[in-house]
């Protein structure tokens, strides 16, 4: 619970704060879904039913589709809500993989992050402070 009040609080903050309250504030609360959705899907299998590791192992590879009908966003909020994540230290990576014509997106959860008492991600003790200038 410290982690939802503190981290995700801290984000939101951030964001009315970056965007002020003029204007369309942009639907910042939805990373809390999609962080947790994201949580909720990742592949815990470490090898295939043929006894091969899994490529996927460690890996949440919804499409993008499945989320947004899922916790029912645009598919177009999806890629902003996912960058938003990442560089607050609350996804690992994001890669694109593709097999023949089909393309999917893996996402690495930070599955247990720790926060500091100001509410940032902290990761191999180290802080991660994100860059918000990006999103100005």
Request: aromatic share 10%; proline share 5%; glycine share 6%.
């Amino acid at each position: 619970m410290r982690f939802m009040r503190k981290v995700f609080l801290c984000i939101i903050n951030e964001f009315i704060a970056l965007h002020g309250r003029k204007g369309r504030l942009p639907q910042i609360r939805d990373i809390i879904a999609l962080y947790f959705y994201l949580l909720s899907y990742v592949d815990r299998n470490e090898l295939q039913p043929n006894g091969v590791p899994s490529e996927r192992f460690g890996a949440s590879v919804p499409s993008k589709a499945k989320i947004a009908a899922d916790l029912g966003v645009a598919e177009s909020r999806i890629k902003p809500l996912v960058e938003i994540l990442q560089t607050h230290g609350l996804l690992l990576d994001v890669v694109d993989k593709r097999e023949g014509t089909k393309r999917y997106k893996w996402y690495y959860v930070s599955h247990c992050p720790r926060s500091s008492d100001d509410g940032y991600v902290v990761n191999d003790d180290e802080k991660i402070v994100p860059d918000l200038s990006k999103y100005k």
